[in-house]
Nanobody
Framework: QVQLVESGGGLVQPGGSLKLSCAAS????????MSWYRQAPGKERELVAG????????NYADSVQGRFTISRDNAKNTLYLQMNSLTPEDTAVYYC????????WGQGTQVTVSS
């Protein structure tokens, strides 16, 4: 079965960096586009970044463009999100997602940006 397991979240000061990982299993990772979403308290879940199956094509939300980088290692079945210049507005639970006939989500990893 499809499984997505996020890790790498935590507490970081404004201006700091974190790198999230999403370990995928149960499907042929290299064949599917992957995405990162986030959900802040009281807000709807929003798309942060997406990456094509080969990694050659990426897209970002305007709010993270230039600060976040999505990448993947198809040999390791792992998706990444490098987050730099973090602000309190980036505080949220971050999820990875794959769509295979329907959406599959990980359990999420909490990112808190606070001094």
């Amino acid at each position: 079965q499809v499984q997505l397991v996020e890790s790498g979240g935590g507490l970081v000061q404004p201006g700091g960096s974190l790198k999230l990982s999403c370990a995928a299993s149960g499907f042929t990772f290299s064949r599917y586009r992957m995405s990162w979403y986030r959900q802040a308290p009281g807000k709807e879940r929003e798309l942060v970044a997406g990456i094509s199956d080969t990694g050659s094509d990426t897209n970002y939300a305007d709010s993270v463009q230039g600060r976040f980088t999505i990448s993947r290692d198809n040999a390791k079945n792992t998706l990444y999100l490098q987050m730099n210049s973090l602000t309190p507005e980036d505080t949220a639970v971050y999820y990875c997602k794959v769509h295979i006939f329907r959406a599959y989500w990980g359990q999420g990893t909490q990112v808190t940006v606070s001094s």
